[in-house]
C-alpha cells in the first residue's frame, strides 16, 4: 500500500470512528477510489546500489591483485561467474515483491560488471578496436534489459551510456552519430513512457538533447539551431500530452526540460555580438550547409515545426489559442527558430549583411525575452502566483544586470536602469500584496475557487 493510500484509509477510520460517515460508507469511498500503485523504492535502490558497487568494487580488486599470474580462462571464469552470480541473485530478489528494490540494486551491479566485463576481456585477449564500440555495446546490453525486465534504473544508465557514447565519437574521432539521438529516444524515451517513469523521461529528455547537438551537427553554429529545435519539439509535445490521463507529469516534465532549454539560448541570443559570433562569419568553409550532413538538423527543425502545428492546432480546436500560455509556450519559441533558420539561410545564401541579419535577431530575442519577463509579472500578479512573480524578477535582474557594460555605457544610463528596475520590482511586489489581501478577503484565489467549485 502507498503513502497515500495509508493516509486515505487512515482518514476514513478517523472519519468513521467520529461519526461523520459510517463505516459501510467508508468501505463504500475505499472500493471507489482506485490504488495508487507503488513505486520503485529510490532510497533502497541508490543506497544498496551504492553498496552493490562497492562491494563489487572490492572483489575486483581481490582479483586484479594477482591479475597478471592468473590464466586467460580463469579471468574469463571470473568475469562470467561475475555477471551469473549478479544477475543470478537479482532474479532470485525479483520473485519477492518486498525485495523488488534490492534486486533493481543488483541487477544494476550485474550491468556494471557486463561494461567492466567488456574491458576486461578485451585486455585479456590484447584487442586492440575502436574504444567508443565498448560503451554502444554496453549500452545496448542495459538497453535490453531494460525492456526484458523491465527496470528504469536500466534505462537510466542506458541513457548515459549513449550520451557518453556519442561523446566519445565526437571527442576523440571527430565523428558525429545521428543515430545516437535515435536510440535515446526509441530506447529509453519510449521505454519512459511504457512504464510512465518521470525519472526516466526526464533523463531522456536531457540526454536526447545532448545527444542531438553533437549527433545532427553539421558545422560549429548548427548546435545553437539544433537545441533552439529541440526546446520547441519538447514544449510542443508538452502541449499535446497535456491533461494525458494514464501519464499526467509527462506534460510538466517536458514542459521544464524545453524552458531549460530555452530561456537560455533565447537569454543568449539578445547580445548582438554573440548573435554575429553564433550565425557564422563570411568566407567561413563552416558557414555553408555541407550536402548530406545537414540533413538530421534540418529534419529535426522540420519535425519540431511540425508538432508545433499539430499543438497549434488542437489549441484552436480547443479555443486555448487566445490564451497566455499559448503565446509564450508555443508562438513565441517557435518565432525564434523560425527566426534563426530563415536567417542562417539567407545569410549562407549571401541575401543579407549579415551585420544587419545578427542586429534583426538580437533585437526580436530582446523583445521576446522582455515579454515573457513581463507576462510572467502580470500573471503572477493577476493570479497571485508566487512563482511567476519570481520568475518574472528573475528575468528582469538577469536581463538589466548581464546588459549593465552592453547596452548602457554611461552611469547616468546605468543608473536610470537600475531605478527603473528597482521602482518595477517594488510596484509589483505592492500590486501582488493587494492582490493577494483582496483574494483573501473576498474568498477568491485558485484554493477557493475550487472549493466553491465543489460545494456548487
Known amino acids: 500500500m502507498s503513502k497515500l493510500d495509508r493516509h486515505i484509509q487512515q482518514k476514513l477510520g478517523e472519519w468513521a470512528a467520529a461519526g461523520l460517515i459510517t463505516s459501510e460508507q467508508a468501505v463504500a469511498i475505499r472500493s471507489h477510489e482506485p490504488q495508487e500503485k507503488p513505486g520503485l523504492p529510490w532510497g533502497v535502490v541508490i543506497f544498496a546500489g551504492f553498496g552493490a558497487v ?42 519477492r515483491e518486498s525485495w523488488g528494490g534490492f534486486a533493481e540494486s543488483v541487477q544494476l551491479l550485474g550491468t556494471m560488471l557486463f561494461g567492466a566485463g567488456i574491458w576486461l576481456v578485451a585486455q585479456i585477449y590484447h584487442i586492440s578496436a575502436h574504444y567508443p ?7 545496448l546490453g542495459a538497453l535490453l534489459l531494460a525492456w526484458v525486465l523491465p527496470s ?3 534505462g537510466l544508465l542506458a541513457s548515459v551510456l549513449l550520451v ?26 519510449w521505454l519512459a513512457w511504457r512504464l510512465r517513469s518521470s525519472v526516466l523521461l526526464a533523463a531522456t529528455a536531457g540526454s536526447f538533447a545532448v545527444s542531438a547537438a553533437t549527433g545532427f551537427f553539421y558545422n560549429s553554429e548548427s548546435v545553437f539551431l539544433i537545441l533552439s529545435s529541440v526546446a520547441v519539439l519538447y514544449g ?27 530561456f537560455p539560448l533565447l537569454f543568449i541570443l539578445t547580445f548582438h555580438d554573440v548573435a554575429e559570433e553564433l550565425l557564422g562569419h563570411r568566407g567561413s568553409d563552416s558557414s555553408t550547409f555541407q550536402g548530406a550532413d545537414c540533413i538530421p538538423a534540418l529534419l529535426l527543425v522540420i519535425v519540431a515545426l511540425g508538432v508545433t502545428g499539430c499543438a497549434m492546432r488542437r489549441a484552436v480546436d480547443d479555443q486555448s489559442c487566445n490564451t497566455p500560455e499559448f503565446r509564450e509556450r508555443l508562438v513565441a519559441p517557435a518565432v525564434i527558430l523560425l527566426m534563426l533558420l530563415v536567417f542562417s539561410v539567407l545569410w549562407r545564401l549571401d541575401v543579407h549583411s549579415f551585420k544587419s541579419v545578427a542586429a534583426v535577431v538580437s533585437t526580436v530575442a530582446s523583445v521576446i525575452f ?9 500573471r503572477g500578479c493577476r493570479d497571485t502566483l508566487l512563482s511567476s512573480v519570481v520568475g518574472g524578477s528573475l528575468l528582469i535582474a538577469v536581463w538589466v544586470f548581464a546588459r549593465y557594460a552592453d547596452l548602457f555605457d554611461s552611469l547616468l544610463a546605468r543608473g536610470v536602469m537600475f531605478m527603473f528596475m528597482g521602482a518595477a520590482l517594488f510596484a509589483v511586489a505592492i500590486l501582488y500584496h493587494r492582490r493577494k489581501n483582496k483574494a483573501r478577503a473576498g474568498g477568491e484565489g485558485p484554493a477557493s475557487v475550487a472549493v466553491n467549485k465543489i460545494s456548487d
Open 54 to 95: 562497492v562491494l563489487g568494487l572490492g572483489v575486483i580488486l581481490l582479483f586484479a591483485y594477482n591479475w597478471e599470474q592468473m590464466h586467460k580462462f580463469a579471468k574469463l571464469a571470473v568475469v562470467f561467474a561475475a555477471l551469473a552470480l549478479a544477475h543470478g541473485t537479482a532474479l532470485g530478489l525479483r520473485r
Open 370 to 378: 522582455l515579454y515573457h519577463t513581463v507576462a510572467n509579472l502580470w
Open 236 to 262: 510542443s509535445l508538452a502541449w499535446l500530452v497535456s491533461g494525458h490521463a494514464a501519464f499526467p507529469s509527462a506534460a510538466v516534465i517536458l514542459r521544464v526540460s524545453g524552458m531549460v532549454i530555452y
Open 152 to 154: 528504469v534504473s536500466q
Open 164 to 189: 557518453i557514447w556519442a561523446g566519445t565519437e565526437v571527442g576523440s574521432f571527430g565523428k558525429h552519430l545521428a543515430v545516437a539521438p535515435l536510440l535515446v529516444l526509441f530506447g529509453s524515451g
Open 133 to 139: 564500440n565498448a560503451f554502444i555495446v554496453w549500452a
